[in-house]
């Protein structure tokens, strides 16, 4: 059975860090991209970041660039999701998924695994 466990969730004030991790088993998802995506309370999901299967491709939404960085170890099926400087604005649930394609996307519909989501909240 599939399962991705998403953790490194909690409480931060605005300007502050947090470091994301998603640990996938029942298979090996090292030729798959994965990806980050964020649901705040009465929006939808949104995309966050994207990485290839191999890690030589990232993508990041506006939004978030030079502030998170996405990376993976496949040796351990992790992915990752360092986030810098934080803002009200990224208060969301995350949620880590996999790929469709060894690419990654930027797409939820390109994405066939997802995890149950760890709250990430920033305060003022």
């Known amino acids: 059975q599939v399962q991705l466990v998403e953790s490194g969730g909690g409480l931060v004030q605005a300007g502050g860090s947090l470091s994301l991790s998603c640990a996938a088993s029942?298979?090996?998802?090292?030729?798959?991209?994965m990806g980050w995506f964020r649901q705040a309370p009465g929006k939808e999901r949104e995309f966050v970041a994207a990485?290839?299967?191999?890690?030589?491709?990232?993508f990041y939404r506006d939004s978030v660039k030079g502030r998170f960085t996405v990376s993976r170890a496949n040796a351990k099926n992790t992915l990752y999701l360092q986030m810098n400087s934080l803002k009200l604005e990224d208060t969301a649930v995350y949620y880590c998924?996999?790929?469709?394609?060894?690419?990654?996307?930027?797409?939820?519909?390109?994405?066939?695994?997802w995890g149950q989501g760890t709250q990430v909240t920033v305060s003022s």
């Open positions: 998924a996999v790929a469709r394609t060894a690419r990654g996307s930027t797409y939820s519909h390109e994405y066939n695994y």
């Open positions: 029942g298979r090996t998802f090292s030729t798959y991209g």
């Open positions: 990485i290839s299967w191999n890690g030589g491709s990232t």
